[in-house]
């Protein structure tokens, strides 16, 4: 496929998506614009399975935003409104995927399947996250990672087993799916194992951050999501380097 043909692949995915997810109430005028930025970067710098798979993502999370929405409206626990997001939380869950699209381009390693690995591993951590945020709500038995003493549901930093499992269950299949993607003829080895276990690390590292500092208003919600994606990513880069 030739540049000028990708690019304007690229802009209507991206177009598509923004208007569709702005028509349905998934995101909001703000979310809407900015969905379409983070994705037309991480089109142009990165490749277009980085974004098929950014975009697989984004389904799986207004999935799971919608599931038993009534219950976790009537709680207060939703997002938004509707369950609606903001171009706050689109940056915050796109600012590092985009920054290793850039930072690869720049380097020249878009093409490596190293930087498509750490990629994953950001990828693998929201959406380890963005689930078990949205099930484990669900659970009345939540507890504070920190202390292990019982909390509300939705309190910065509660865990409990359900959530868990589903930050454990959202690594893995967004790894699968991820890889899938990336590599769609090539049966996995043992590098698919870092995006899965980065992914849900750096989940639980959220829970640390959102039991300490974000607790104590040292960091925003927002900042915390980009930081453990940001954590995930690097320990993956470590890792990947080691074995590859």
Same mark, same amino acid.
């Given at each position: 496929?030739? =540049?000028?043909?990708?690019?304007?692949?690229?802009?209507?995915?991206?177009?598509?998506?923004?208007?569709?997810?702005?028509?349905?109430?998934?995101?909001?005028?703000? %979310?809407?614009?900015?969905?379409?930025?983070?994705?037309?970067?991480?089109?142009?710098?990165?490749?277009?399975?980085? +974004?098929?798979?950014?975009?697989?993502?984004?389904?799986? %999370?207004?999935?799971?935003?919608?599931?038993?929405?009534?219950?976790?409206?009537?709680?207060? +626990?939703?997002?938004?409104?509707? %369950?609606?997001?903001?171009?706050?939380?689109?940056?915050?869950?796109?600012l590092v995927p985009a920054a290793i699209a850039v930072g690869s381009y720049v380097l020249g390693y878009q093409?490596? &399947?190293?930087?498509?690995?750490?990629?994953?591993?950001?990828?693998?951590?929201?959406?380890?996250?963005?689930?078990?945020?949205?099930?484990?709500?669900?659970? =009345?038995?939540?507890?504070?990672?920190?202390?292990?003493? &019982?909390?509300? =549901?939705?309190?910065?930093?509660?865990?409990?087993?359900?959530?868990?499992?589903?930050?454990?269950?959202?690594?893995?299949?967004?790894?699968?799916?991820?890889?899938?993607?990336?590599?769609?003829?090539?049966?996995?080895?043992?590098?698919?194992?870092? =995006?899965?276990?980065?992914?849900?690390?750096?989940?639980?590292v959220d829970s640390l951050i959102g039991a300490t500092w974000?607790?104590?208003?040292?960091?925003?919600?927002?900042?915390?999501?980009?930081?453990?994606?940001?954590?995930?990513?690097?320990?993956?880069?470590?890792?990947?380097?080691?074995?590859?």
């Amino acid at each position: 496929m030739s =540049p000028a043909w990708e690019l304007l692949l690229v802009l209507t995915l991206c177009g598509v998506l923004s208007f569709i997810s702005y028509r349905f109430g998934l995101l909001d005028a703000s %979310g809407s614009m900015a969905s379409f930025g983070m994705g037309v970067i991480i089109g142009v710098f990165g490749s277009l399975s980085w +974004l098929v798979m950014l975009i697989a993502f984004a389904l799986a %999370g207004f999935l799971v935003t919608r599931y038993r929405f009534e219950q976790k409206e009537a709680r207060g +626990l939703q997002e938004g409104t509707k %369950g609606e997001r903001n171009y706050r939380n689109v940056v915050a869950n796109g600012l590092v995927p985009a920054a290793i699209a850039v930072g690869s381009y720049v380097l020249g390693y878009q093409d490596e &399947p190293l930087a498509s690995l750490v990629y994953l591993c950001a990828i693998a951590e929201a959406a380890s996250d963005t689930i078990a945020s949205e099930l484990g709500v669900l659970s =009345p038995r939540v507890r504070l990672i920190t202390t292990m003493r &019982p909390v509300a =549901p939705g309190t910065n930093g509660g865990v409990s087993a359900y959530g868990t499992a589903w930050a454990f269950l959202g690594a893995l299949l967004a790894s699968l799916l991820g890889w899938a993607i990336l590599f769609p003829f090539q049966w996995p080895d043992i590098t698919l194992a870092v =995006p899965i276990l980065t992914g849900f690390l750096g989940c639980n590292v959220d829970s640390l951050i959102g039991a300490t500092w974000e607790r104590e208003g040292r960091i925003s919600k927002l900042g915390n999501n980009m930081v453990s994606m940001a954590v995930a990513a690097g320990l993956g880069l470590v890792l990947l380097y080691a074995l590859m």
